[in-house]
């Protein structure tokens, strides 16, 4: 199932809506940028949008078809279009026809003959993404006739699977983590991405990487911490460790109000607050 929570008046977060519409598990949520909802589950392949009605509830828009196994990693780029990665091997895009609002299969990429570990929106419209070969692709769009995308860098050396990619505003350099336990930080010098910085501490598979808004970085991990990173003297370091979770942690997100949330194995849902500069 899927639940949307809404801040009470003293701060609070409540299940407000459950949407049990899934067959299987879910795998992936993602909030497109005009509101709608996109879900994924390892019932049937598929991916599904879901918009708002006035009773602040989500029904079913439209099912998109075109993966033969689970998709694992949705992103949408600059110019709306959908981009998703499934263990199946495959890119699909996704183009949204602007008379009917629903989206259509555009383009089908098999690059590799492993699952797609992730796909991640960059700030200029091009898109990066991850396999089980391990390596970091970027892919750009060089057909003005068709809009097809090409992968244009295919970057080799991270050695372990990457499970997650953040684009950061520094310079528009990527933060890519895993398998690995550390991160890496890749700068673009001329049109190509080099690594820069290696970041260690996690003693686990490194599961999400965000970029929070006093700009530094937070890191979850599956060793039960998350990890915030400051940019000092053009590096990163530790800044803060946060414990408080007893399972790994699969997933975070800033809310609009400062607070972290980070989500893990154990089914609880934890926010933490800024205090001095400190969670």
Not at 166 to 195: A, H, N, Y
Request: proline share 1%; with cysteine; aromatic share 8%.
């Amino acid at each position: 199932s899927i639940m949307i929570w809404e801040e009470s008046e003293v701060g609070n977060y409540v299940n407000k809506v459950t949407i049990n519409q899934m067959v299987g598990k879910v795998l992936c949520l993602y909030l497109l940028k005009d509101g709608r909802l996109v879900s994924t589950s390892d019932g049937d392949n598929t991916i599904k949008i879901w918009v708002a009605d006035n009773s602040k509830s989500f029904t079913s828009q439209q099912t998109l078809t075109g993966h033969n196994k689970n998709v694992i990693s949705i992103t949408q780029i600059k110019d709306d279009r959908l981009v998703t990665g499934s263990m199946d091997n495959a890119i699909i895009i996704w183009k949204e026809n602007q008379h009917t609002h629903s989206f259509e299969l555009s383009q089908r990429i098999i690059e590799t003959e492993s699952p797609v570990t992730v796909v991640y929106g960059m700030f200029d419209n091009r898109f990066a993404s991850s396999a089980g070969d391990t390596k970091l692709r970027i892919w750009k769009e060089t057909d003005e006739f068709s809009r097809n995308f090409s992968c244009t860098q295919v970057i080799e050396g991270t050695k372990k699977n990457i499970l997650t990619i953040c684009q950061i505003l520094q310079e528009g350099q990527l933060i890519t983590g895993g398998d690995g336990k550390s991160m890496v930080r890749w700068k673009e010098v001329k049109d190509k991405f080099q690594p820069m910085q290696k970041l260690t501490g996690h003693e686990g598979a490194i599961s999400a990487i965000i970029q929070l808004y006093d700009m530094r970085i937070a890191s979850a991990s599956r060793d039960r911490t998350v990890r915030l990173w400051e940019w000092k003297n053009d590096s990163f370091i530790i800044s803060e460790i946060i414990r408080d979770y007893e399972h790994g942690i699969f997933n975070l997100i800033q809310l609009k109000d400062g607070r972290i949330a980070g989500t893990s194995s154990d089914k609880k849902i934890i926010l933490w607050r800024n205090r001095n500069d400190m969670y």
